[in-house]
Each structure stands twice: as structure tokens, then as C-alpha cells.
């Protein structure tokens, strides 16, 4: 490591060798696999390179292939939802890339809202119903406004 100091002579720099080494209680080889350990994911959540390695890596809903250069495209979807079930054969995990992922969870907030559904995580979001003036077409975003037009063809038939 070194030290610098600046001197009042033409604002010259001077650099010194600290000689004195740090001293480490532990080997190198102890520190590199406490290390190692801290980054490792708990017990229970490699379930998405198990679900890669029994499943391949493929889309199961679009039947894209990947490879590995762009493997991180793939997601794990939970058929029943809970991410907490994870079972060893893969039976409640399907690969979907990241497109079909949203496009399932988008497909379940949307048909929860059309369904009537209250109280469905963010069918507030995406449009709020009300007879205020206040609220306008263009505050709920371009989706809201399709949304609204839906609603008052589906109101008029």
C-alpha cells in the first residue's frame, strides 16, 4: 500500500511504501469459502436450475428454445401458484420465458377484473370505477381507456 503526502514545494507528490503488512488470523482458503458460502442460495430455492435440467430450456407455452447465452430469458412459473411448493420431480414448475410469464400473470389480474372479482391484487390499478368528474380517461393510462371502452360496449349489449 502506499501513502502519499503532498509537499509545499511546486505541489510536488511523494509516495512512501508502507512496510508493515496486515496479518490475517485465518488462511486464505478459509476466507474464500466463507465467502463462497454467503453467496449460495438456501437449501430450497435451486429449484430453477432443477427446473431447467428436468424440463430443458424451452418455453412450455410458446415452445421457444434457448440456449445458454440467453438462458436467463427462461423463468420458472409455478402452476399453483406457491412459490413455497417445490416439489423434487417438477410436477408444480413449468419453464415459461419471460414474455409467457407476464403474459399468464397479466391474462389472471385481467380476467379477475372482468370477473368481478374485488379486492384481486392491483384491479384497483388498472382501473378505477366511479361517477367522479375528476377522473378521466387519459389519468388511467392508454390501457384504462381500452378498458373503458370495453365496459360500455359490454354495458350496452
Known amino acids: 500500500m502506499a501513502k502519499f503526502t503532498f509537499s509545499s514545494k511546486g505541489g510536488r507528490v511523494r509516495s512512501t511504501v508502507i512496510t508493515e503488512k496486515t496479518k490475517s488470523s485465518r488462511p486464505v482458503e478459509d476466507v474464500v ?9 438456501p437449501a430450497g ?6 427446473s431447467l ?5 424451452i418455453c412450455a407455452h410458446c415452445g421457444r428454445e434457448f ?5 436467463h430469458l427462461l ?21 415459461l420465458c419471460i414474455y409467457c410469464h407476464d403474459n399468464i400473470h ?11 372479482a374485488s379486492g384481486g391484487k392491483g384491479s384497483n390499478v388498472v382501473y378505477e370505477h366511479g361517477n367522479d368528474s375528476n ?18 360496449k359490454k354495458a350496452k349489449k
Open 135 to 152: 377522473k378521466t380517461a387519459s389519468s388511467t393510462g392508454i390501457l384504462g381507456e381500452k378498458l373503458q371502452k370495453a365496459l360500455k
Open 106 to 116: 397479466s391474462r389472471e389480474l385481467l380476467g379477475d377484473y372482468f370477473d368481478g
Open 33 to 41: 469459502r466463507e465467502m463462497k458460502k454467503e453467496t449460495q442460495k
Open 75 to 95: 423463468t420458472i412459473h409455478h402452476k399453483d401458484g406457491n412459490h413455497h411448493y417445490n416439489p423434487p420431480d417438477g410436477s408444480n414448475w413449468e419453464n
Open 53 to 57: 435440467a428436468i424440463h430443458g430450456l
Open 67 to 71: 440456449d445458454h447465452s440467453n438462458r
Open 45 to 50: 430455492e435451486d429449484y430453477r436450475e432443477r
